[in-house]
């Protein structure tokens, strides 16, 4: 069982950035692979970025690369989203995800567990 809660969220104006973190609670943390998803209110979950259970592996949806980066940090079991030239078309809900290690997914039905997620807003 993991727990997950994220952080970071909030109001920014376009063009700026937010750092989202997730933080899990668990001791095998680095036998998860970990991904951020994103839901506006009456639409489907967008997958965003995933990475490998050791950090050498990560993939992105096409709507965000070049924008937005996954890292992780195994010592601390936190996994992030930085995020940069914001529009606000990225105004949603953010969640992070964890499934345990094997191929990295886009499909949230590969992830078991989820955190309750962070809003953020794009707004002048």
């Known amino acids: 069982q993991v727990q997950l809660v994220e952080s970071g969220g909030g109001l920014v104006q376009p063009g700026g950035s937010l750092r989202l973190t997730c933080a899990a609670s668990?001791?095998?943390?680095?036998?998860?692979?970990m991904g951020w998803f994103r839901r506006v209110p009456g639409m489907e979950r967008e997958f965003l970025a995933a990475?490998?259970?050791?950090?050498?592996?990560?993939g992105y949806a096409h709507s965000v690369k070049n924008r937005f980066i996954i890292s992780r940090d195994n010592t601390e079991n936190t996994v992030s989203l930085q995020m940069n030239n914001l529009t606000p078309e990225d105004t949603a809900i953010y969640y992070c995800?964890?499934?345990?290690?094997?191929?990295?997914?886009?499909?949230?039905?590969?992830?078991?567990?989820w955190g309750q997620g962070t809003q953020v807003t794009v707004s002048s």
């Open positions: 995800a964890a499934a345990l290690k094997g191929f990295l997914t886009e499909n949230a039905k590969d992830y078991p567990y």
């Open positions: 990475i490998s259970w050791s950090g050498g592996s990560t």
């Open positions: 668990t001791r095998t943390f680095d036998t998860y692979n």
